[in-house]
């Protein structure tokens, strides 16, 4: 009877440590704080900003365009939530990750390329669909 009663307690007192273990392992979008996802977000669009800047002052732009604009910070937007998912995936520090998320942002239509080329690469070769 003693030995069932530790037996109870440890998996009792176990129990936490598990819920953690098993909330490290699966991960969820929505699973993240809105504190976190504006931060990201925001490092994200600044990079689309600065590239926005660079392409106005090499005159690919106009200065008061504010569909590119809008397009740049769109674009930047998305690159930097997947670059900001596919570093969570990759357990990256958040050190590295903040500036992975605003080279993907300044990056814009390039970065989801590179993303593209990389699930390709990945999931490709576990489909069977090999191109090259």
């Known amino acids: 009877m003693r030995l ?5 307690l440890c998996l009792y ?10 909330e490290i392992l ?3 979008p929505l699973g993240y704080s809105f ?4 931060v990201m977000l925001g490092i994200a669009l ?5 590239s926005f800047a660079a392409k106005v002052r090499k005159g ?5 365009s504010v569909s590119s604009l809008i397009g740049e910070l769109c674009t930047s937007a998305f690159a ?6 596919l570093c969570e995936w990759l357990n990256s520090p958040p050190l590295l990750t903040a500036p992975m998320v605003g080279m993907a942002g300044h990056m814009g239509t390039k970065a989801i390329a590179a993303f593209e080329a990389f699930a390709e690469r990945r999931w490709g070769q576990l489909s069977g669909d090999k191109q090259g």
């Open 4 to 8: 069932l009663i530790q037996l109870v």
């Open 13 to 22: 007192l176990a129990g936490p440590i598990n819920a953690r273990a098993v």
């Open 26 to 28: 699966v991960k969820d």
């Open 35 to 38: 504190k976190q996802y504006a």
């Open 46 to 50: 600044l990079g689309g900003l600065v």
């Open 60 to 64: 690919e732009i106009a200065t008061w």
């Open 80 to 85: 930097g939530a997947i670059a900001f998912w």
